[in-house]
Structure formats: C-alpha cells, structure tokens
C-alpha cells in the first residue's frame, strides 16, 4: 500500500516538476514570487508548516528547469521578493505612524527593502545552479547555501537575521530544543533539507527515499528535543519575584509633550496594581520613562516609590549628555532605581536600527529618519553583564538586539539571563511583533538562560532556557505579568561553539555534491 502511494506520488511530482520547469518569462517570475510568499505562513504568527514544503520544493523545481545562471538568478530573486515583502510588510505601520510625514514612503520601503534582500535568495540559486547538483545532492546544496546566505544577511552591514527559516518552529517546543546544539541557523539549515526533499519524488528511482528520509529528519529532531524536555529542570531562582509592566501606549501618542506625564503616572499606577506586594523586581518596557533620568532627581523619586522593599524597578529611558562645546549625545539606554531614586544600574543599546535611531550616510538619506528630533542615537560599547542587587547577573537587550543569534551576551561573563526592553508598538497589531518575540525566544534555548521581556504593547512574557513560554501577555494589552525567574541551565554546545557547529554540518551535506560532481 505504501509503495503504491510513493509510486502514485512520485508520478504526480515528476508531472508537476515538468510543469514547473517548462514555465519562463513573467510566468515564472511570478510563481517565483507567489512561492517565496507563501513560505511566510510558516512563519510565526501562522506556522503553518506544509506550505514551506511547497515552496522550497517548487524552488527546486523551478532551478532544474533554468538554462543559465541569469535565469536562475531571477527565479532566487523573485521568490526572496516575494517572501521579504510578505515577511516584513509591517514596516509600513512605522511609516504611518507620522503618516503626514513618513507616509509617501510607504509604496517604497517595504518593495525597496525586499528587492535588497531578494539578493540572498538569488546567490542561494545561482550556488545551486554552478554546483550542477540535482535530486537530492540539489537539495542539499540549496539548503546550505541559503542558510549561508541568511547567516551572511544577520552580519552585514550591521546585519538583519529577521525571520530566519527556522523560527518555523517556534510553536514546537521539542523542534527548538535542536537550537541548543546547532542554534537558530542549523535548524533553518535542517528545515529547508525537510521542505525541499520531497522535491525528489520527482526522480523515478530514489526520490522515495528522500521522503522517508525527510520523515525521518523531522522523527529524529523531535524525539531529540523531546528527551531533552522530559529531563527539563523547571526550578526557579529564588527570592525573584517579577512584575513585568506592559503599559500598551499608542506609538503616534507616545513622545507627545503633552501627554508623556500622564503615560508615565500610568505606568505606575500599573506597577502598583493589585499583587504588587508579593513582588522583588519591576520591569517596565524600552523608553517606558520617556524622560533623561540621571538629572531628575523628582521623576527618579516618583519611580521609587514603586520600588518593592529592598528591590528595584529596571526601566528604558533615554540618557542625555550635554557638554559645553560639543554636540550633545542621547542613548537608548536602561537605568535599574532602587527604592531611594538611585541609579544603581545602567545599560547603554549598542546595536542601533538603521533609519530608526540613526541615519546612515545622514547628509545624503537624512530624509528617511524616524527618530524622534534630529539627533542620532549613540551607540553602546556592546553585551554587557550587569550585577544588580537582589538579582542574578543578567544580560540586557534593547528591542532587536535579541534577534541577533551568539551576540546576545558577554561569554567571558555569562549572565543568568536575558532581559529583553522593547516597543513594538510602532508595528501595530501586525505579524512583526509575533516574529521578534519568536526569535528572541530562540536566543534562550541557544544560550541556556531564561528570557524575560517586557513590551510596550506586548509581547511581555518570562520565558525558560528551553524556550518555553512561563508566562505572557498578549498584543495589544495593557496589564502586568507576575512571574517567578527560570533557572539557566549549563551552557548549551551552541553557545560553546556557536556557528562552527553549522559550518561543519553544512561541509559534510556538501560532500555528495562534490563527490558526483567530481565523478562527473
């Protein structure tokens, strides 16, 4: 019975990789482009799965069926266009924020920023189409090439590991647990050899085995993770005992002189809501307190008297120098205030975003600049652990600085976690804030500490070094989360090893390419 529906499959798929490999011009293209944006569903908030097996396999399809390196090159570019304009169509909800100013750039960045991105695909297709490789050695080859252009698009210019392939899975707590050992990028490497085997059903002589052998990838990697939940240390910290503030402030409202006393009065009267007692240490979101706490020593008072006993609260805010004779300079920063107004603690964002809280090359794009007044943000020295009372040491990270795979932490000063300030309210209810959460949860399997996050407007949540959610409030929510803090576990082999470990896989799936085309 089996044989007979892998017979009957391999039938229809070698149909349709026929159909697909006939296909040119703007047909082409356009399938291209429909593929790449269909394999965002997978992604976080949608996961749904299938449809990365569909896209990937079409992928592969269409490649057999170019002549040439340009052709091939195109069929890349249109799927990456597809699937970044998919994948980050929620930049637009930036852009309208101050639609009256930003608002004509809306027709543009998302088309321009995926047309950029769409690069990494099309190398991805032109390394499948010099290797000569098809079947499954193609499949292979495809796989680590598109994993090594996405490790490339997390380093360059400054870099952008957005919706890495793998975070397919963050919705399978024993799928992430692989993170541990080959991090975010070896699973994005492990996923697309999955999604694209079946593409070899079209081979009438070993294309089943490619099938069972994506069946059993898949068996193998959850049972893997599984194991690894069932010896889970669920212990927490003790004497941490959390409130995370999630204030859920309009981005448009937000730094309106007239209204940020009244956001910071009620975020502190969030902080005291009912359960507060029975607290250590408040957490309020990035740029919560939307005033330059060093010189106010009121402000400073006012949050204090929100501090538990013997506790703090750890806050955004930005930090201002001003000295005579040079211009002045403002951080994206977090202060921890303990209950007498002191700054006992700070921490300075040193991965800046691009047009948001700097512009690059200023005198020529200081047009595309969202950042509240004229000055750009200076950036931080880099990962840094903080030794705050009452806590363990701890990491920090501003907005997108935890999306960024082994650059989350100082190694030679390995904290006890994460904490994660942000505000993703510029992205509004879209899938954007689905997708940042996703990936920094990844950052918690990788590096074996627990994730703690607080958003503007969601998503807050505590999260365990296994990645697994403890507690979270949603999007667009305005409350708290109460929540003791996880255990870290002994560091994982990625974060001993880090990419080393995904350059090593990806040379041995290169082999049978090599080997064949060296027989060739």
């Known amino acids: 019975m089996i044989a007979a529906l892998l017979a009957r499959a391999a039938v229809g798929a070698n149909g349709l990789a026929r159909s697909l490999g006939a296909l040119s011009g703007w047909r082409r293209s356009a ?24 896209a990937f396999s079409g992928l592969v399809w269409l490649i057999d069926g170019t ?102 899975w963050a919705e399978s707590a024993p799928m992430m647990q692989n993170a541990a050992v080959i991090g975010l990028y070896g699973l994005s490497l492990f996923t697309i050899v999955v999604a694209a085997l079946p593409a070899a059903l079209a081979e009438a002589q070993a294309g089943w085995r490619a099938v069972v052998a994506a069946a059993l990838l898949i068996t193998g990697g959850s049972g893997a993770g599984l194991t ?83 506790g703090l609260v750890i806050t955004g805010a930005p930090r201002v120098e001003v000295e005579p004779g040079r211009p002045i300079r403002v951080w994206n920063s977090l202060h921890a205030i303990d209950g007498g107004g002191a700054i006992v603690g700070t921490y300075d964002k040193f991965h800046l975003v691009p047009f948001g809280e700097y512009v690059p090359f200023r005198r020529i794009l200081g047009v595309i600049n969202l950042i509240p007044g004229s000055v750009d943000f200076t950036a931080g020295p880099g990962p840094q652990t903080l030794a705050l009372p009452g806590l363990p040491k701890l990491s920090p990270l501003i907005c997108y600085e935890a999306i960024f795979p082994t650059r989350v932490l100082d190694p030679a000063d390995r904290p006890g976690w994460l904490l994660n300030l942000t505000n993703d309210a510029w992205f509004g209810l879209s899938s954007g804030p689905y997708q940042h959460f996703a990936a920094a949860r990844f950052r918690a399997v990788e590096e074996g500490v627990p994730l703690v996050r607080a958003a503007n407007n969601g998503i807050s949540a505590i999260v365990d070094a296994y990645g697994r959610v403890v507690v979270e409030l949603g999007l667009g929510r305005s409350g708290v989360v109460d929540g003791d803090l996880p255990r870290a576990l002994p560091r994982p082999p990625y974060a001993r090893f880090g990419d080393a470990i995904v350059l090593a896989i990806g040379l041995v799936l290169l082999a049978p390419a090599a080997l064949r085309r060296r027989r060739g």
């Open 31 to 54: 399938l291209a482009a429909a593929l790449g944006a269909s394999a965002i569903g997978a992604l976080p908030p949608l996961h749904v799965l299938p449809l990365l097996v569909i």
């Open 67 to 168: 002549r040439d390196l340009r052709a091939s090159a195109i069929v890349g570019w249109w799927f990456g266009f597809g699937h970044f304009a998919a994948g980050l169509y929620w930049i637009s909800h930036a852009l309208l924020v101050d639609a009256a100013q930003f608002g004509w750039l809306v027709p543009l960045a998302v088309p321009g920023l995926a047309a950029g991105f769409a690069l990494f695909p099309a190398v991805a297709c032109v390394a499948l189409r010099l290797s000569g490789a098809r079947g499954t050695a193609g499949v292979l080859v495809l796989a680590v090439a598109w994993t090594a252009t996405e490790w490339l698009r997390g380093h360059i210019l400054t870099g952008f590991p957005w919706n890495l392939i793998g975070t397919a």
């Open 228 to 310: 690894r939940l069932m010896m889970a240390d669920d212990g927490v910290v003790p004497g941490v005992h959390l409130r995370l503030v999630q204030p859920d402030i309009p981005q448009s409202l937000k730094w309106d002189p007239a209204l940020r006393e009244r956001h910071f009065q009620r975020t502190l009267e969030l902080t005291r809501a009912p359960g507060f007692s029975g607290r250590t240490h408040i957490i309020w979101p990035e740029t919560a307190t939307p005033f330059a706490m060093a010189g106010d020593a009121a402000r400073r008072l006012s949050i204090a008297s929100a501090v538990p006993s013997g």
